[in-house]
C-alpha cells in the first residue's frame, strides 16, 4: 500500500472521534512489529524515525529507506515521520529522501524565535508536500528531566499555529519524555481548550507514561496523535533480556525476535485502545 498523508490519517481518526497512534522506529526489529500490530489491530499507525536515533545510527538515510520500504508493504495505512528534529538540514533530507511528515521542534527557543524558525521550515515542507508538527511549551523528559509543569496556554497556541502555518501541535499537557512508569496525570481542562483554541491536531508527546484511561481520557478531551516510544522500548528489552536467559542463543535473531513479537503484540493491543476506524486495505 502506497504511504498515507498525516492529514489524511489525522483527519480520518478527527472524524471519528479516535487518536492516531505514533510509534518511534530504533532498529528494523521495531518497524516490523509495530506495523505488524497495526495490522493485528487493522489500524493506521504512522512509524517515526526521531533525530537521535539518526544520530545514533551515524545517518538517516539508511533507516529511513527501510522504514519507508516496511510502511509501502503494509497492509493497513501507514504514514513515516521525522521526529524532534532541532536541526533544519536534517528535515530537509527527511524531505527529499521522501519522508512526507516531520516534527520540526524549536520548543527550546523563546517564542518570537521559535514562530520565525517554524514558519519558515513550514513554508519549504509545503512547497514540497510534506506535513509539518512542531511543539509550543516544551514537553518535560527529552533530558531525562521530568518536568510535568510545564503547560501550553490556549491563546499563545491559536496564534502561534495561526503565525506558523503548521499542520499539527504538540502541546504540554503533564506528559514528559522517556518515563519507565506509566503514572502521568494529564490536565484534560487544558487539552479540550487547547482542542477549541487551534483548528489543527494536538499532539501527545511523553504517552508511555500515560496509563490507558489517561489516554482515552485525553483523545475524549481533543487529542489526536498519541506518541509512544519508551513503553514499547521496554516491552522489547524484557522480552530480549528474558530469551538471553538461555545461554546457547547465540542468534541473534532468537532473542531479536522474541522482542519483535512481544512488541507487536503491545502494539497492537495500543493501537486498539487509541482507536480511530478500523481498516483493512485502503483508508
Not at 93 to 100: H, I, M, R
Request: charged share 20%; net charge negative; aromatic share 2%.
Amino acid at each position: 500500500m502506497p504511504l498515507v498523508p498525516m492529514s489524511l490519517l489525522l483527519d480520518n481518526a478527527r472524524e471519528t472521534g479516535g487518536g492516531l497512534g505514533a510509534m518511534n522506529v530504533i532498529q528494523l526489529e521495531l518497524a516490523e512489529a509495530i506495523v505488524a500490530g497495526a495490522e493485528q489491530a487493522g489500524r493506521p499507525v504512522v512509524l517515526q524515525i526521531s533525530e537521535n536515533t539518526a544520530d545514533y545510527r551515524g545517518s538517516l538515510a539508511p533507516l529511513l529507506a527501510a522504514t519507508l520500504a516496511i510502511a509501502e508493504r503494509a497492509t493497513v495505512p501507514v504514514c513515516v515521520h521525522l521526529d524532534h528534529a532541532t536541526r533544519v538540514e536534517l528535515v530537509e533530507e527527511a524531505v527529499e529522501l521522501g519522508c512526507p511528515s516531520v516534527m520540526f521542534d524549536a520548543s527550546k527557543l523563546d517564542y518570537d524565535a521559535n514562530v520565525a524558525a517554524t514558519a519558515k521550515i513550514a513554508a519549504w515542507c509545503h512547497e514540497r508536500g510534506a506535513s509539518i508538527e512542531s511543539e509550543l511549551g516544551e514537553v518535560g523528559g527529552k533530558d531525562g528531566v521530568h518536568a510535568p509543569g510545564v503547560r501550553t496556554q490556549p491563546a499563545e497556541a491559536a496564534a502561534y499555529v495561526e503565525a506558523t502555518g503548521v499542520d499539527a501541535l504538540a502541546v504540554a499537557v503533564g506528559s514528559s519524555h522517556a518515563m519507565t512508569t506509566r503514572t502521568a496525570s494529564l490536565d484534560n481542562e487544558l487539552i479540550a481548550r487547547l482542542a477549541d483554541a487551534v483548528d489543527v491536531p494536538l499532539v501527545l508527546h511523553g504517552s508511555s507514561g500515560v496509563p490507558d484511561e489517561g489516554i482515552v481520557a485525553a483523545i475524549a478531551a481533543g487529542m489526536t496523535k498519541i506518541n509512544i516510544a519508551t513503553h514499547l522500548n521496554a516491552t522489547f528489552t524484557r522480552a530480549v533480556r528474558a530469551a538471553l536467559t538461555d545461554e546457547t542463543k547465540v542468534d541473534p535473531r532468537k532473542y531479536l525476535g522474541a522482542g519483535r513479537d512481544a512488541v507487536a503484540g503491545e502494539a497492537a493491543r495500543l493501537l486498539a485502545l487509541i482507536g480511530g476506524p478500523r481498516v483493512d486495505r485502503a483508508v
